[in-house]
């Protein structure tokens, strides 16, 4: 990993994290979610809702930015969202919510970067174990999980864009260990 700085995201970085949004989400998702929806991904809509979350956080929840000189205009790359668990499984207080990576940034070990200081925070914010979920169908995603060290815990069917989607969840019964894998 050359030249790419992981830090907090501030209201500045909007935009770029909404361009990474969409961008990563085109990339990944064509078969595993509906075309339309996909095709119907606004940057402008997406900036707007990050900029107001990133001016006005609540509670224990962080947004990291991945940036890398000479990348993009604003050189945000990848950016990861984590907090307090919004429910499902027990005993999993943390909760990684997403962590995206424009697809010429992947496979550098920046999202491994961005799971550390996720891990970090929750740590730092009393939650010594955290979950993800997952796309059933996004192997990728799941094997990025695996390689953490994170551990299929449960499964759900949940509504998407008029249609249903099968998501598996991935825990880490002690983020330690992944706070540390990732720093070195």
Request: glycine content about 12%; hydrophobic content about 40%; some cysteine.
């Amino acid at each position: 990993m050359s030249a790419v700085r992981i830090r907090t995201a501030r209201p500045a970085d909007a935009v770029g994290i909404a361009r990474v949004h969409v961008d990563s989400w085109r990339a990944t998702y064509p078969g595993q979610l509906p075309d339309r929806y996909l095709s119907n991904l606004r940057e402008g809509n997406r900036a707007v809702a990050r900029m107001h979350l990133l001016a006005h956080p609540r509670g224990a929840g962080a947004t990291f930015v991945a940036e890398e000189a000479g990348a993009a205009a604003d050189g945000i790359v990848g950016f990861a969202d984590c907090g307090p668990s919004r429910g499902g499984v027990p005993g999993y207080p943390g909760e990684f919510y997403a962590i995206y990576l424009v697809p010429e940034a992947q496979n550098r070990g920046i999202g491994r970067a961005l799971m550390g200081m996720m891990s970090r925070h929750l740590l730092d914010h009393r939650c010594p174990a955290g979950i993800v979920w997952a796309l059933e169908s996004n192997q990728a995603a799941r094997w990025f999980y695996e390689r953490l060290g994170g551990r299929r815990i449960g499964a759900r069917r949940s509504p998407f864009a008029g249609t249903t989607v099968e998501e598996v969840a991935y825990g880490w019964d002690d983020l330690v260990p992944l706070a540390r894998a990732v720093a070195t």
